[in-house]
């Protein structure tokens, strides 16, 4: 704290010599109260320095700039010139390792996810690597892998059905729209998406995804836009099912979650340095094995297929032919060109959009989409941050020039994964450059093994997803949500069920909708303390405590509190405002009429510890409060006559000079009124 303000704040702290805690005696309770507030005519440090700024002769633009280039300000925005000085050849290796093990989970995992999307599956590979690169050079989370997720592949298809001009075109807006969030500072909204709604959510995703792969594993057709639809359509074509399909399908579901367990597994003495070089490599192998799990079964059905295949006695569909290289760079797709249908083929015809059309047709997910990715990211950020500070700000910087680049090179929505990044982590990353191995290993396997892709079972790419986002249903929640506040259990099961059964953003809509309904209640409806508390003198008085700010919904129930506590006696009401750290327009209204009310009847009404920036906005209109901030300045105004009623916020400035025992206004910085 600096000189100014100890001067300030403490200079009457001299005054005061009476013992505070015995000042005060009541029948009822005690209470604490804590003050550093002054009337709004004195000034704090933070308005002293405000105005030597504004007499400073620097524009607010030459100020900007110059913070901008503050090296501490270039290494924040660029947080690879923090690490990348200190790079060694052990960070080499472990960023090396963790790479190459999160690319063979990337692979497979995009080609899966691309059939969430309604896209061929190389669609899944470009969106794979480019945001992997940016994140080398912006992110601030080294264990973060950027990709396709369960959430963004679902959401994607929601608004862009199955489109991949709108597919990439979302991809470019939304990177957009993160960027102009982080510039504005909008990374509070996702503030506004409570735990409960999240888990909610979290757990349809996982469920609506699971259902999404279940006609792959099945081999049936399915439509429709909700969970429950999806089913009824798939149980209508469920005499259609493909037995091999199905079979392979639930087999590598049960195989991938074994080897998930093996990873569990460990040999030896639990102590690092008693364990024998066996015990050592057989360990690291179970765990290569397990973390390599989605790529190691992927290459075994693979072979398997390739070789019935050549044979002819392919039982299995096959994800088929995919494009070899990488996709050109070019702006994305402003529009969609009419194309005819093929009845023989069943391709139904494409309408054509133009600019307008197509941002018309993604609607909310313009705003939806950016806002369940940084949840998404920043949920991968917090598991890992170790107690480390984390700048939301430049993770939906990160996050938005990876999309944009992401669209660039025709792929679809990327973000931080959970799953993904827990391989990274558990694999030894060390720095961001393991996401630069991850999209390298992405760009050799473009190039090189395309060829080998078209044998891949589709049913296997299914069960990679599903044995990835079955661990996404929170129900583990619930028990401890029971335990600590079970009102959150209603948004969160409201998320749960509106997005089963309606469309994705609908649903998140109405359950953000009605956690904000239960916020604004428990805003309207403040918890009001009443006391009755006697001087040590023996004046006694009652005391009313609010315990949050006044604003519109809640200032009518505490007045009508305050008058009806009021009404019941003569005794002067003190209203404790410890609490009350914002008004509006509206408490202030209703302020001025409640000191009218108590004027009127000849009746005291003292705000304590109101705040100063309060005091200002009650001032506003005129009206005339009786403040005190001590014990001692309180006991002399219930003493005094009632001829002292109408002094004005300016009388409670007045005599600074003098002894001190008349003030209603003082600078002392704690006081109490406790039970004698």
């Not at 030459?62 to 060694?88: C, G, V």
């Not at 805003?523 to 005391?543: C, D, I, S, W």
């Not at 705000?607 to 309060?614: E, G, M, R, T």
């Amino acid at each position: 704290m600096s000189t100014l303000e100890n001067e300030v704040t403490f200079r009457k702290q001299a005054e005061v010599s009476q013992n505070l805690e015995a000042q005060f005696h009541s029948s009822f309770s005690d209470f604490i109260l804590i003050t550093d507030h002054r009337t709004s005519k004195s000034k704090s440090l933070e308005q002293l320095e405000a105005s030597k700024d504004a007499d400073d002769g620097t524009s607010c633009c030459a100020k900007y700039a110059k913070n901008i280039f503050r090296m501490k300000t270039l290494k924040r925005r660029l947080p690879f010139l923090t690490w990348l000085p200190h790079y060694n050849t052990r960070d080499c290796i472990g960023d090396l390792i963790a790479g190459f093990t999160v690319g063979l989970t990337v692979i497979p995992q995009g080609l899966a996810y691309s059939g969430v999307v309604g896209l061929p599956p190389e669609y899944g590979l470009y969106g794979a690597f480019m945001g992997c690169f940016v994140y080398v050079l912006l992110g601030t989370c080294k264990d973060s892998t950027i990709g396709s997720t369960a959430v963004a592949s679902l959401m994607t298809f929601q608004f862009a059905q199955g489109s991949w001009q709108r597919s990439v075109l979302l991809t470019f807006l939304t990177g957009i729209i993160e960027i102009l969030m982080a510039i504005f500072k909008l990374g509070c909204l996702v503030e506004f998406v409570s735990g409960p709604v999240s888990a909610g959510f979290t757990s349809a995703v996982a469920l609506i995804v699971s259902t999404s792969q279940m006609r792959s594993m099945l081999g049936v057709r399915s439509e429709g836009d909700s969970f429950l639809a999806t089913w009824i359509s798939m149980f209508k074509d469920i005499n259609n099912a493909r037995v091999a399909d199905t079979c392979l399908g639930f087999g590598c579901v049960f195989l991938l979650l074994a080897m998930r367990s093996l990873g569990k597994l460990k040999i030896g003495p639990k102590e690092e340095t008693r364990k024998s070089s066996f015990h050592r490599v057989f360990n690291h192998v179970i765990k290569f094995l397990s973390t390599s799990r989605n790529a190691s079964v992927v290459i075994l059905f693979t072979l398997i297929a390739m070789h019935l295949d050549a044979k002819g006695t392919n039982p299995f569909r096959l994800t088929g032919e995919i494009p070899k290289g990488m996709p050109s760079f070019s702006l994305p797709p402003f529009s969609i060109e009419a194309q005819p249908g093929n009845e023989t083929a069943g391709i139904p015809p494409v309408p054509g959009q133009n600019f307008l059309q197509m941002v018309q047709s993604m609607g909310y997910g313009l705003v939806i989409v950016p806002l369940m990715a940084l949840l998404e990211t920043m949920s991968v950020c917090k598991a890992f941050a170790k107690g480390k500070q984390i700048d939301i700000t430049q993770e939906m910087i990160a996050c938005g020039v990876g999309n944009i680049g992401t669209s660039l090179f025709s792929g679809y929505r990327c973000n931080g994964g959970l799953a993904r990044s827990a391989v990274n982590n558990a694999s030894g990353c060390r720095t961001n450059m393991s996401n630069l191995y991850i999209g390298v290993i992405v760009v050799l396997a473009l190039n090189f093994l395309t060829d080998y892709f078209a044998f891949i079972p589709k049913a296997v790419l299914a069960a990679i997803i599903i044995s990835a986002v079955i661990f996404q249903v929170q129900y583990q929640v619930v028990t401890p949500m029971w335990r600590s506040k079970r009102s959150d259990l209603v948004p969160g099961i409201l998320a749960f069920v509106t997005c089963l059964v309606l469309p994705l953003e609908i649903g998140i809509m109405v359950a953000i909708g009605v956690n904000l309904l239960f916020i604004l209640y428990y805003a309207a409806r403040p918890k009001v303390t009443l006391e009755q508390l006697e001087t040590q003198q023996g004046t006694r008085f009652v005391k009313i405590t609010p315990d949050r700010c006044l604003i519109f919904p809640s200032v009518e129930f505490v007045r009508n509190m305050v008058l009806k506590s009021g009404s019941k006696s003569t005794l002067p009401v003190v209203i404790d405002c410890t609490y009350i750290y914002a008004a509006d327009y509206t408490a202030a209204k209703v302020i001025s009429s409640l000191v009218d009310d108590f004027r009127r009847r000849h009746q005291k009404i003292i705000f304590f510890n109101l705040k100063p920036s309060v005091v200002s906005v009650f001032e506003g209109l005129n009206t005339k409060l009786v403040l005190c901030y001590n014990t001692h300045a309180l006991n002399q105004e219930l003493r005094s006559d009632d001829a002292d009623l109408n002094r004005s916020v300016d009388s409670l400035d007045r005599t600074e000079s003098g002894n001190g025992t008349s003030e209603c206004v003082s600078m002392a910085s704690t006081l109490s009124l406790a039970r004698s």
